[in-house]
C-alpha cells in the first residue's frame, strides 16, 4: 500500500534562509506525489505534483520539490523563506488512482 | 471563480443534535470529496463521490455519518446524532477528473467547516 512519511513535525527557519521539508514515500509502483500548503484557518491549495514526467518538480511561490526514487523520497524545498510561507505543508501520495493519502503534515514557522 | 464553497463555516452543537454540513463544489467539476482533520488523526477521506454518484464510503466512521450529492452543484454531509469526538475541522475539495482516478488530479479545497460538538 501507498505512504508517506513526513521525517519532521515542526521546522524552524529564519527569513531569508533555505527552506527543506522531508518527504518519503513508500509505493509498490511509480507514484504520484504532491505538496499542499495550509495556512492557518484556510482550506489546502496544491503546491506542486509529480506524476512521472521531470523528476524536478516547480511549483508555485518558488517552491520545488525533487522525486528521488532511488532514495524514495519528495523532498520540498526553497533557496529563500519568506515570512508567508509560514504554514502546514503536506506531502500526499495517490493510492490506486482514487484516494489521495496525506502525511502528518510539516508546520513551517519562519522567524523575522 | 467562487472556489469551492462550505457553509456554515463554524457549527457549536450539543451532543445528540443533527449537524448537515454543506458544499457546493466548483463549477464543471465531476468529483467531488468529504474530509475531516483532527490533531489525533490528521486529514481521513470520508467519501467521494464521482459524476454525483459516491465510490468509496469507507473512511465514513460508523452509521451516524451520511453523504449525499443530489446534483453536480451540491453536496451534505450529515451527522446523526452528533458526538462529542465528531469534533473537527471537515473539507470538502472538488477536482475535474477525465480518464485516470479522480484522486490523480488537482483537489481544490474549500475553507471547511469547524464542527464543536459539546
Known amino acids: 500500500a501507498q505512504s508517506v512519511t513526513q521525517l519532521d513535525s515542526h521546522v524552524s527557519v529564519s527569513e531569508g534562509t533555505p527552506v527543506l521539508l522531508r518527504c518519503n514515500y513508500s509505493?509498490?509502483?511509480?507514484?504520484?506525489l504532491f505538496w499542499y500548503v495550509q495556512h492557518p484557518n484556510k482550506g489546502l491549495q496544491l503546491l506542486l505534483k509529480?506524476?512521472?514526467?521531470?523528476?524536478l518538480v516547480k511549483g508555485i511561490n518558488g517552491f520545488e520539490a525533487e522525486f528521488k526514487k532511488s532514495e524514495t523520497s519528495f523532498h520540498l524545498t526553497k533557496p529563500s523563506a519568506h515570512m508567508s510561507d509560514a504554514a502546514e505543508y503536506f506531502c500526499?501520495?495517490?493510492?490506486?488512482?482514487?484516494?489521495?493519502?496525506f502525511g502528518t503534515g510539516t508546520r513551517l514557522q519562519v522567524f523575522p | 471563480d467562487a472556489g469551492v464553497i462550505q457553509s456554515p463555516r463554524h457549527e457549536v452543537t450539543e451532543m445528540g443534535q443533527e449537524v448537515t454540513l454543506r458544499c457546493k463544489p466548483i463549477?464543471?467539476?465531476?468529483?467531488l470529496f468529504w474530509y475531516r482533520q483532527t490533531m489525533m488523526r490528521g486529514l481521513e477521506l470520508l467519501i467521494y463521490?464521482?459524476?454525483?454518484?459516491?465510490?468509496?464510503d469507507s473512511g465514513m466512521p460508523e452509521d451516524r455519518f451520511s453523504a449525499k450529492m443530489p446534483n453536480a452543484s451540491f453536496s451534505t454531509l450529515k451527522i446523526q446524532p452528533s458526538e462529542p469526538r465528531d469534533s473537527a475541522v471537515y473539507f470538502c475539495?472538488?477536482?475535474?477528473?477525465?480518464?485516470?482516478?479522480?484522486?490523480?488530479?488537482?483537489?481544490?479545497f474549500g475553507p471547511g467547516t469547524r464542527l464543536t460538538v459539546t
Open positions: 475539495a472538488s477536482s475535474l477528473a477525465h480518464g485516470w482516478g479522480p484522486s490523480s488530479y488537482e483537489q481544490y
Open positions: 509505493s509498490s509502483y511509480s507514484p504520484s
Open positions: 509529480y506524476t512521472s514526467a521531470a523528476t
Open positions: 500526499v501520495v495517490v493510492h490506486n488512482t482514487d484516494k489521495l493519502i
Open positions: 463549477s464543471g467539476h465531476n468529483s
Open positions: 463521490f464521482n459524476n454525483n454518484v459516491p465510490i468509496d
